[in-house]
């Protein structure tokens, strides 16, 4: 089978190996594809492989040869499904392979803002520790972790890798979830509805799906509600957030910090307001990039491919 990657680069920028594809078909991988290219570089391909190139319902139509669709990706939204559907097009995403590695981050973020790591480091390097008095200096509060209250939106596979982290910085651990009944056996945390975790977390942790419901779920209605000091944390999806509204919140100082590795528009424009807001800390889309979980996203999409050629798709969405 004829097989195109329209954007490979961020999943394999030169050290993980295509050739597994070998065994499934011939193959060709582009870096990156603009709108532009992409029908002509499938024009004959039976599977295509993508991450953000955005397959539309046009564009699907001008495919004509076209049986499957990979999504590189847990999210799926770039594909229009519907029209997929109506050419009985399978349609497969990749779940649960960055679980741990977004976990990571979402703490490493965290950490970032409660010990100011960073910030002290660089302070390092320009001299100030060698000119000081004392043996030790710090310039900016820093606080533990134990005893906190952290609020986590969404309990799927993060969610979850999230709360048992949390429990393990001896946080108190409270979750907002549209199934809670599903997790009766999950005792070291509280179910709470929105607002509340709102109220009274100190911390809060976006680990939710983007959809119509949760776009700009973190409001100025619910950024009012924060206690003085509240930190935020995003490694979701970036429109969960208002984020004029978050850099209001940071302005005025009942938002503690804001840190995410996800923004509304990426990459972010120069003028994107959240770039020079205080206390944010912005990372670049990184946290499911790291080397172990890019190698199990390229063998699950291998995976995919053979349930598919076996008659027996996986991970299937269409």
Known sequence: MDIVVLDGHTLNPGDLDWSSLKELGTYAVYPRTTPEEVIERAASAEIILTNKVVLDAQTIASLPKLKYIGVLATGYNVIDLDAAKQRDIVVTNIPGYSTASVGQMVFALLLEMSQQVGHHAQLVKQGRWSACEDFSFFDRPLFELAGRV??????????????RIANAFGMKVMVNTANPDKYKTDKELEFVDI?????????????????????????????MRVKQGTLLINTGRGDLVDEEAVVEALNEGYLGGFAADVLSSEPPEEDNPLLSAPNTFITPHIAWATAEARQRLLNIAIANIKAFQDGEPQNRVS
Do not use: H, K, M, W
Not at 150 to 162: A, D, P, S
Not at 197 to 222: K, Q, W
């Open 195 to 223: 607002d509340t975790l709102f109220n009274e977390c100190d911390i809060i942790s976006l680990n939710c799906p983007l959809t119509n419901e949760t776009r700009n779920l973190v409001n100025t209605a619910r950024l």
């Open 150 to 163: 952290f609020g986590i939106v969404g309990y799927g596979q993060i969610g979850r890798q999230v709360a």
